[in-house]
């Protein structure tokens, strides 16, 4: 990486407690397999389709997710700085379902590209199960929220909900 230095990067992981177990001195070896990728509003920074060949970390900004409905291209999500993003379709290998957009001026992401997670699996085996930790986190926060939201919609639907 090269604006981030290895002291905001790690900072950053505390903050929104990724990885946090990681050392400073972990974290400035984990630097080197990753690298930054900066978007304007309105970008693409993966299709629908698309298998995902890297994840990311949302470092600065917010990354929009959208879908196709009957009638266009819809915002179905949004994902703000401190989380992580695009990790289904790398640990599955399937295409995705959503287009990811950067949603804010400028979006900064911090991203883990297949080839360098293979090579952090075998030098970085500690960092590595940190990494996919994070993402088993990560996935788990958003199978909650939408059992979450169908609950309340089920809820709402058969009368038993406020409206």
Same mark, same amino acid.
Request: hydrophobic share 35%; proline share 2%.
């Given at each position: 990486?090269?604006?981030?230095?290895?002291?905001?990067?790690?900072?950053?992981?505390?903050?929104?407690?990724?990885? *946090?177990?990681?050392?400073?001195?972990?974290?400035?070896?984990?630097?080197?397999?990753?690298?930054?990728? /900066?978007? #304007?509003?309105?970008?693409?920074?993966?299709?629908?389709?698309?298998?995902? %060949? $890297?994840?990311?970390?949302?470092?600065?900004?917010?990354?929009?997710?959208?879908?196709? #409905?009957?009638?266009?291209?819809? *915002?179905?999500?949004?994902?703000?700085?401190?989380?992580?993003?695009?990790?289904?379709?790398?640990?599955?290998?399937?295409?995705? #379902?959503?287009?990811?957009?950067?949603?804010?001026?400028?979006?900064?992401?911090? $991203?883990?590209?297949?080839?360098?997670? %293979?090579?952090?699996?075998?030098?970085?085996?500690?960092?590595?199960?940190?990494?996919?930790? #994070? $993402?088993?986190?990560?996935? %788990? /926060?958003?199978?909650?929220?939408?059992?979450?939201?169908?609950? $309340?919609?089920? /809820?709402?639907?058969?009368?038993?909900?406020?409206?």
């Amino acid at each position: 990486m090269k604006e981030i230095s290895t002291t905001e990067l790690y900072d950053f992981f505390q903050k929104y407690k990724i990885c *946090e177990s990681l050392t400073h001195e972990e974290v400035e070896r984990l630097s080197k397999y990753l690298n930054e990728q /900066h978007y #304007n509003q309105g970008e693409i920074i993966s299709d629908m389709g698309e298998v995902g %060949d $890297a994840l990311y970390y949302v470092y600065r900004g917010k990354v929009g997710f959208y879908s196709k #409905n009957g009638q266009g291209i819809v *915002e179905v999500g949004v994902q703000p700085e401190g989380t992580l993003i695009g990790e289904m379709s790398f640990f599955d290998r399937k295409p995705r #379902n959503l287009r990811m957009q950067a949603d804010s001026r400028h979006v900064t992401l911090i $991203a883990l590209t297949r080839a360098m997670y %293979d090579r952090l699996k075998v030098e970085e085996p500690y960092i590595a199960v940190n990494i996919l930790e #994070n $993402a088993i986190v990560s996935l %788990d /926060h958003l199978v909650r929220t939408m059992s979450q939201d169908i609950s $309340a919609m089920e /809820h709402y639907l058969m009368g038993t909900g406020k409206r």
